[in-house]
Nanobody
């Protein structure tokens, strides 16, 4: 069982930066690949970024590539989402999610919500123009 708690959301202006954190419970955090998703009002949840259990591999949605960076600190059981050059269209509730790593020689990022086993409660990010 993994419990996830996001933090770091807030109200910012376009062009600003925010760093989201997702703290995980349990001693097996390093056995999980992690993902970030977001859901804007009236829209479906969408994939944002994923990171492998080791942190060595990452994957991003095209809409955030070059602006967002996902990272993790397994010693602190925490995954981060650094968001730079924020745009009004980035406004959403941001969720972190965990899926038990499959292993193998090639990492395949999980980009669909139903691939994940555990979810946080979300943190609101609002970007004003």
């Amino acid at each position: 069982q993994v419990q996830l708690v996001e933090s770091g959301g807030g109200l910012v202006q376009a062009g600003d930066s925010l760093r989201l954190s997702c703290a995980a419970s349990g001693r097996t955090f390093s056995m999980y690949d992690m993902g970030w998703f977001r859901q804007a009002p009236g829209k479906e949840r969408e994939f944002v970024a994923a990171i492998s259990w080791s942190g060595r591999s990452t994957y991003y949605a095209d809409s955030v590539k070059g602006r967002f960076t996902v990272s993790r600190d397994n010693a602190k059981n925490t995954v981060y989402l650094q968001m730079n050059s924020l745009k009004p269209e980035d406004t959403a509730v941001y969720y972190c999610a965990a899926v038990r790593t499959v292993g193998g020689s090639t990492w395949k990022p999980a980009t669909e919500g139903d691939e994940y086993d555990y979810w946080g409660q979300g943190t609101q990010v609002t970007v004003s123009s």
